[in-house]
C-alpha cells in the first residue's frame, strides 16, 4: 500500500519553491505525489524530478484534456491537438520520472453538448486513449482515465462508461481510475462497483463527498477499504481534496468555501486515517 497526495489543492504550478511541502508530506509518510501538468516545459519538469528523487517521493502526473485539444471533438484539427497535448503531457511527465498519468484525460472538464456521448464521441475517446498508451508505454508511464461526475463531464461519468472504454482500448498499458468523489455521486453501491471492475482499475483517489478532509463527511470508506483489502490493491492510495489556491480549479469544481483548516492539517488528517482504515480493513479480513 502506496500512499500519494495530488497537489492541485496546493495548485497548478509546482516547483523547487514548493520544496518544503514536499519535504513535510515525505516526513509525514507519503510515498508518492500527483503532479498537475497543466502548463510549462519539459526542463521545468526534469528538474521537479530531480528534487522529488532527492525527497524520496515517487511522481505521477495529474493531468485533463483542454477545450482547445478535445479528444472527442468533431473537428479534426482540434482533435490534432489533443494528440499533441497528450504527448506532451507524457513527455512532461517522463521528465519528471512519473509512472502514472490520472485524470479526465478522455475530455474537458465543464464542456457539454446537451446530450450524452455520442458512437462517433466513443470512437474518438477510444482513438485518441489508444494512442496516448501507445505513446507513453516505451517510457514505462501508464494511464489512467479519470470517470468525472455528470455535472462536470458527460463523456464518462461512470464506472461502467470507463469500463467500455477501456475495453475498446484493450492496451495494456491503459486503465482508469475509481474516485471515491465521482462515485458517491454516480453509483449504487461504490465499494460494490469497485469489486467488479477492479481487474481493470489502475489507480484510486481517496476523496470525501465534500472534497474536504477523507473521513469527515459520508463516503463509505470502511467498506471501500475492506473492497481493495480483498481485491488484493497495490496501487496508490491518492488523496485528492480541492480548496481555492487555484481560482481556474476552484470554479470548474465548485469550491466555493474552506474545506479544511489548513493544509498541513490536511496532510496530517488524511494520512492518518488513510492508515488507520487500511489497518482496520486487514483485521477484519482475517
Not at 495529474?62 to 482540434?78: D, G, K, R, T, W
Not at 501507445?134 to 482515465?145: C, E, K, L, T
Not at 489502475?202 to 463516503?219: A, K, L, T
Request: proline fraction near 5%; hydrophobic fraction near 45%.
Amino acid at each position: 500500500m502506496k500512499i500519494a497526495f495530488n497537489l492541485l489543492v496546493i495548485g497548478a504550478d509546482i516547483g523547487l519553491q514548493h520544496a518544503r511541502r514536499l519535504e513535510r508530506l515525505k516526513a509525514l509518510g507519503y510515498d508518492a505525489v500527483e503532479i498537475p501538468v497543466f502548463s510549462g516545459i519539459e526542463q521545468h519538469y526534469a528538474a521537479l524530478g530531480r528534487l522529488l528523487a532527492d525527497i524520496g517521493l515517487t511522481a505521477g502526473a495529474a493531468a485533463a484534456a483542454m477545450p482547445e485539444a478535445n479528444p472527442v471533438s468533431a473537428e479534426a484539427s482540434v482533435r490534432a491537438k489533443a494528440r499533441d497535448h497528450h504527448r506532451w503531457i507524457v513527455d512532461c511527465t517522463a521528465a519528471m520520472g512519473g509512472e502514472i498519468i490520472a485524470g479526465p484525460l478522455h475530455s474537458p472538464v465543464g464542456v457539454f453538448t446537451g446530450v450524452g456521448p455520442t458512437p462517433e464521441e466513443f470512437d474518438r475517446c477510444v482513438e485518441a486513449m489508444r494512442a496516448m498508451a501507445d505513446y507513453a508505454a516505451p517510457a514505462g508511464i501508464r494511464i489512467s482515465a479519470e470517470a468525472v461526475n455528470r455535472f462536470e463531464c458527460y463523456m464518462m461519468s461512470t464506472i461502467a462508461q470507463a469500463s467500455a472504454v477501456h475495453r475498446a482500448v484493450n492496451h495494456p498499458n491503459y486503465g482508469y481510475m475509481f474516485d471515491t468523489f465521482h462515485a458517491n455521486i454516480e453509483e449504487k453501491d461504490p465499494p460494490a462497483t469497485y469489486e467488479r471492475y477492479h481487474g481493470e482499475i489502475n489507480h484510486f483517489h481517496v476523496s470525501e463527498n465534500d472534497r474536504g478532509v477523507p473521513g469527515s463527511g459520508h463516503v463509505p470508506f470502511a467498506a471501500h477499504f475492506d473492497a481493495l483489502r480483498r481485491c488484493g490493491y497495490e496501487g496508490w492510495l491518492t488523496v485528492e481534496s480541492f480548496g481555492r489556491a487555484l481560482p481556474e480549479l476552484a470554479g470548474a469544481t465548485r469550491v466555493w468555501r474552506d474545506l479544511f483548516d489548513d493544509l498541513d492539517s490536511l496532510f496530517v488528517e488524511s494520512i492518518a486515517f488513510i492508515r488507520r482504515e487500511w489497518a482496520a480493513a486487514g483485521e477484519r479480513l482475517v
